[in-house]
Each structure stands twice: as structure tokens, then as C-alpha cells.
């Protein structure tokens, strides 16, 4: 229908999200998709009963705002057994409807008009946008090609009396590298004595390979207080598609993130957040999680041995680097169309997580697969 209205875009220069294109691809080409981080493997069976059993028992109307009360408190106490913080479950929890929705309440409740948020690109594709809605600047500093680790000093000297907040993201999509204590400690100095909030993305911190322990903000008093701690069900269950989250801030900010999340979406998924309060009651379930993701990244390692892709190592997430720039001088997003088309393997352009869409040669692959299907897509790369 033609529109008698100009839209006037907030959002001009941004199209359709790279996952969206490259699966709609993917589907077109019948190419092997190892370019979402989302699994192609069925959930626990048992959850998927907790659903039904919660949706049978009458749970289909909304839940509490912030989320139902046990579940919260089975949140409060799962992150006190591993990280040490207590939050309080009636004010500082809050179950949301995804962690994308989680980081835009957050944004949106927290930064004004005119206020820079500093983030690390290559990043997530929502965090700029977002923080353009509201009228902020985003303040990307690149990690480094080389290892992507995060350069402290440049953190240090883009810090200026706007800047509100600080997004962080540990392990790290798309890169899968992960914070370490040097990170911390840092991190600590720079944001000691300022007003700055740090909006931390934890989705993957139960997905962290090599004994490596992951740095929740919770783990960190000074941190925490001033930290916004953002994290999925959908990554820790395979479940990626239920859309529910949690969100754990002191009391004041949260107060502010819960005025949005009520307008937003009011609450979160019932039947799912019954579910998952029995699923909190195994943490063996979440806990397996490292293995075996660890399991699936080694396999992948091993199969493309033979491959021309140098592996950058992955240190957590389901996610994997592999440049092609020694063989290739192809764009990166020249190269994956080929990917698709030639061997019928989708992969992301790690361009595609940069504003100014830097081209280092550089693919990710999502392990997050069955085993067939990895050492089938290494297979195709192996041909590359
Ligand atoms: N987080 C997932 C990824 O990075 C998918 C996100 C999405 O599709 N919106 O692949």
C-alpha cells in the first residue's frame, strides 16, 4: 500500500539485521546455517512438559510485572551460589521478555538526550541503535584486529563528563573472547568516583570454555553497584526463540528500567517462567553447559584442520572468527555470499558488526549446531 506519509526514519541508514539476511539466504540456497547463534537442536523435553504443564494448570494470563515471585527468587539465589551479589528479588530482579528486550529498557530508562554510551565494536548489532533512539551518541571503540581485547587507554581517554554508560559484554558476541581479572581491574579504575552505569551483557556467562571463570559484574561489589547485568534463558536452555530474560540492578536503577519494561511489554512469557523455575531447581542443567558447548567448539577445531582458515580461539559463547584474508581478498560480505552460493555454508561478515563496517577478512561461525551439521559445514569450508 503506498503510504500518503513520509516515514521520517529515526533509524535511516539501517536496514534489515545481518541474521535475518543471511538466513533468509541461507534458506534460499539450502546452505548448512552456521551464521545465527541459535541452536538447531531440541531443548530438554522435560522443560518443554514444564510449559505445558504451566499452560494445563491455567497459567495463560499475565504475570506479576516484574516477573512471578518464585522465579526471581530462584534468579536472587542461583546468582548468590555463583557470583556472590544479593540481589533483592522484590525490588532488584526482573524477568523480561528476551535480553533484547532487557537492553533496550535499559537504554532507554537510564540514558538521556545528549548522553554518550562507549561500547565495544565489533558488538552486538543493537546497542548503537538503541542508544540513538534515544537521542544519545554511541561512543564505539574498536577492539583490537589482532586479538580483540579490549585497549583500557582509549577506554580511558574517550571518557568525557557525557558519558552515562558503559556496555560491556562477557563472553563476547561475535568475537568469544572473554574478560580475565586484568579486564576487571581496569575496568574498576576507570569507572571509580563517576556517575557512569555499565550495562553488562551476560547472556553467554554460562558458556565459558577452559576452566576460565566468568566475570559476572556480580562477582564485583563496586561494580555491581553500579551495573546493570543483563542475561537469557533462551542461550542457557536452547531455547532461544521463548523470548525471556532476567535483569539485575540495585534498587534505584531498576526502579527506573521497570517504568519502561511495564509500557514495553508490560510482562514476560507465564507458562515459560513456571518452566524455568523448575529447571533453576537442576543447576546441573545450566552448569553442563561449558562442556558441552566445549565439546562442539573442539569438534569444529578439529575438523577444519585441514581448512585455509586461520581459527582465532574462542574463549566463550557458541561463537567462532575465521579469517580469510591469506587466501582471500575478497570482501568479507563478497566472501560469504560465495560461502552461501559455492559451498552452501552461511557464516556472518564480521563487518556487519561494525558502524563503519571495518573488513578484516574475517567470518564467525556459530557452533551452536548438532554435531552432523558441524562436521558437515567444516567439510564444505574444507573445500574452500
Ligand atoms: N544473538 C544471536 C546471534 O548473534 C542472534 C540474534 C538475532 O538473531 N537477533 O547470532
Redesign the pocket.
Known amino acids: 500500500m503506498q503510504s500518503a506519509l513520509h516515514a521520517r526514519s529515526k533509524l535511516p541508514d539501517v536496514g534489515t539485521?545481518i541474521?535475518?539476511v543471511i538466513?533468509q539466504l541461507a534458506a534460499q540456497h539450502e546452505a548448512l546455517n552456521l551464521?545465527?547463534?541459535?541452536p538447531n537442536f531440541a531443548p530438554d523435553p522435560k522443560l518443554v512438559d514444564g510449559v505445558a504443564q504451566a499452560m494445563r494448570a491455567g497459567h495463560n494470563q499475565y504475570a506479576p510485572m516484574a516477573g512471578i515471585g518464585a522465579l526471581r527468587d530462584a534468579l536472587a539465589s542461583k546468582v548468590e551460589t555463583l557470583y556472590g551479589a544479593r540481589y533483592d528479588p522484590a525490588t532488584e530482579v526482573t524477568v523480561i521478555a528476551s535480553a533484547?528486550e532487557g537492553l533496550y529498557s535499559t537504554i532507554s530508562a537510564l540514558v538521556h538526550p545528549g548522553d554518550e554510551v562507549i561500547y565495544f565494536e565489533p558488538s552486538?548489532?543493537?546497542y548503537a541503535p538503541i542508544v540513538r533512539l534515544q537521542g544519545a551518541t554511541p561512543v564505539p571503540i574498536k577492539l583490537s584486529l589482532q586479538d580483540f581485547r579490549v585497549n583500557w587507554d582509549e577506554v580511558s581517554a574517550a571518557i568525557t563528563p557525557k558519558t552515562r554508560m558503559i556496555i560491556i559484554n562477557t563472553p563476547h558476541?561475535?568475537t568469544a573472547t572473554v574478560f580475565d581479572d586484568a579486564d576487571i581491574a581496569r575496568l574498576k579504575a576507570i569507572t571509580q568516583n563517576t556517575d557512569i552505569v555499565i550495562l553488562s551483557d551476560e547472556?553467554y556467562e554460562h558458556v565459558i570454555f577452559d576452566g576460565a571463570e566468568h566475570q559476572s559484574m556480580a562477582r564485583h561489589t563496586e561494580l555491581a553497584q553500579r551495573s546493570v547485568i543483563v542475561s537469557s534463558f533462551g542461550?542457557s536452555f536452547h531455547v532461544?526463540g521463548w523470548r525471556v530474560g532476567y535483569c539485575l540492578a540495585p534498587a534505584e536503577l531498576m526502579d527506573e528500567i521497570r517504568k519502561v519494561h511495564q509500557f514495553m511489554v508490560f510482562s514476560a512469557d507465564t507458562p515459560m517462567q513456571y518452566a524455568f523455575v523448575e529447571a533453576l531447581a537442576k543447576p546441573e542443567s545450566y552448569l553442563g553447559l561449558s562442556a558441552f558447548y566445549q565439546q562442539k567448539r573442539d569438534l569444529l577445531v578439529h575438523a577444519l584442520r585441514e581448512s585455509r582458515f586461520e581459527l582465532l580461539p574462542s574463549q566463550g559463547s557458541f561463537?567462532m572468527l575465521a579469517r580469510f584474508r591469506g587466501f582471500s581478498d575478497e570482501s568479507d560480505s563478497d566472501f560469504v555470499l560465495r560461502l552461501i552460493r559455492d559451498v552452501r555454508v552461511a557464516t556472518?561478515p564480521l563487518s556487519a558488526f561494525y558502524t563503519d563496517g571495518t573488513d578484516g577478512g574475517v567470518v564467525?561461525l556459530?557452533f551452536s549446531k548438532d554435531d552432523a551439521t558441524l562436521m558437515e559445514g567444516a567439510r564444505r569450508l574444507c573445500s574452500v
Do not use: H, L
Not at 551464521?35 to 541459535?38: F, I, K, M, P
Open positions: 539485521t541474521f535475518t538466513g551464521s545465527q547463534g541459535a533484547s552486538f548489532d543493537s558476541n561475535p547472556v542461550k532461544t561463537f556472518i564467525r556459530s
